[in-house]
T-cell receptor, first 113, second 115 residues
Framework: ETGVTQSPTHLIKTRGQQVTLRCSSQ?????VSWYQQALGQGPQFIFQYYREEENGRGNFPPRFSGLQFPNYSSELNVNALELDDSALYLCASSRGDSQETQYFGPGTRLLVL | EDQVTQSPEALRLQEGESSSLNCSYT??????LFWYRQDPGKGPEFLFTLYSAGEEKEKERLKATLTKKESFLHITAPKPEDSATYLCAVQAWTSYGGSQGNLIFGKGTKLSVKP
């Protein structure tokens, strides 16, 4: 069984640029959730996708957007990057529409200069 | 507002010295409480899910317990390889009876076990 994978592992961008992060869900999982984890903090919920539809969103501005594809993989897009967007971005997959345990990928470390 | 508070922020133990980590939560209706382990620069690794007060789960040297207000992660005779940050998260029921998709995390307890 393949676990959750994310790409790229590390990324450096400058303020104002746009970035796309990718996530492949665990086999058999149709729900993907994205979290932002700043240094020394717990993960903060960005949004969740279930069967290609957004199924809940945290307190993040609209410049954070996402997609889920028919194979249940997902993208997180961030426009107009700000310095405070520097963080570890985590993707988690689960079965169903939020009832099951979320399993996390290794994360993408984003540094905005 | 739903929230999770973990204590202590950091804990240093000698190998073999048992201790407990605390997770206090405030949530409108608890659907589940989750414990994860996170190594530096990596994603959280799932450990346990607890659903109701009085429930306990064990895995090797770890035992998680749940009350109506808090959860404890007991570590018995820890080894250096148990060093990591332990995260607690809750998932709440919605007002219409379904569960919210998001997990609400605490800041974690950083555990260091010295040989």
């Amino acid at each position: 069984e393949t676990g959750v994978t994310q790409s790229p592992t590390h990324l450096i961008k400058t303020r104002g640029q746009q970035v796309t992060l990718r996530c492949s869900s665990q086999s058999g999982h149709n729900t993907v959730s994205w979290y932002q984890q700043a240094l020394g903090q717990g993960p903060q919920f960005i949004f969740q996708y279930y069967r290609e539809e957004e199924n809940g969103r945290g307190n993040f501005p609209p410049r954070f957007s996402g997609l889920q594809f028919p194979n249940y993989s997902s993208e997180l897009n961030v426009n107009a990057l700000e310095l405070d967007d520097s963080a570890l971005y985590l993707c988690a997959s689960s079965r169903g529409d939020s009832q099951e345990t979320q399993y996390f990928g290794p994360g993408t470390r984003l540094l905005v200069l | 507002e739903d929230q999770v508070t973990q204590s202590p922020e950091a804990l240093r133990l000698q190998e073999g010295e048992s201790s407990s980590l605390n997770c206090s939560y405030t949530v409108s209706g608890l659907r589940g409480l989750f414990w994860y382990r996170q190594d530096p620069g990596k994603g959280p690794e799932f450990l346990f899910t607890l659903y109701s007060a009085g429930e306990e789960k064990e895995k090797e040297r770890l035992k998680a317990t749940l009350t109506k207000k808090e959860s404890f992660l007991h570590i018995t005779a820890p080894k250096p390889e148990d060093s990591a940050t332990y995260l607690c998260a809750v998932q709440a029921w919605t007002s219409y009876g379904g569960s919210q998709g998001n997990l609400i995390f605490g800041k974690g307890t950083k555990l260091s076990v010295k040989p």
